[in-house]
């Protein structure tokens, strides 16, 4: 299932929005990950939007560069690292990856930062499950 399909794609702007708003978010450099679980099943268990800074890098060439290759690292790692955390949960994850690096850095950096921040989220996500099903009130 290594494929990027256009339903995997976060394109809604009131899911964007909705994002933004409402989501959690944390910086592993060079990326910064948005995340929001919302109640809504789909084909797919996640939608990522993939952003670069058009302040930063003015060369639509250097955007697009750095575009390919975090879609391709996102793409190689969604099913073991991502999609194993999201099966049993009936939830959509609405993810946004935002590259804020200040240097373009080759393939195998990228790859291992968007593995890391994978794993980051998987436990960012394990903690607040307790919560969300009402049992984070019995703990405290």
């Known amino acids: 299932m290594n494929t990027f399909h256009k339903e995997e794609r976060l394109c809604s702007r009131k899911s964007l929005d909705l994002l933004f708003k409402n ?3 944390f910086l592993l450099y060079p990326y910064r990950i948005s995340y929001l679980l919302i109640a809504e099943t789909r ?5 990522v939007v993939i952003n670069v800074a058009k302040k930063r890098y003015r060369r639509a060439v250097d955007r697009n560069l750095i575009k ?7 793409r190689l790692q969604k099913e073991k690292e991502l999609y194993v955390l999201l099966t049993d949960v009936d939830r959509l994850l609405l993810l946004s990856i935002q590259f804020v690096g200040k240097k373009i850095y080759d393939f195998s950096f990228l790859e291992k930062k968007l593995s890391t921040a994978f794993k980051r989220l998987s436990a960012e996500l394990e903690v607040k499950k ?6 984070g009130d019995e703990l405290n």
């Open 23 to 25: 989501g959690s978010s």
């Open 68 to 74: 390919r290759r975090t879609r391709e690292a996102y």
């Open 43 to 47: 084909r797919f268990p996640a939608q």
């Open 130 to 135: 307790p919560k969300e099903q009402g049992l």
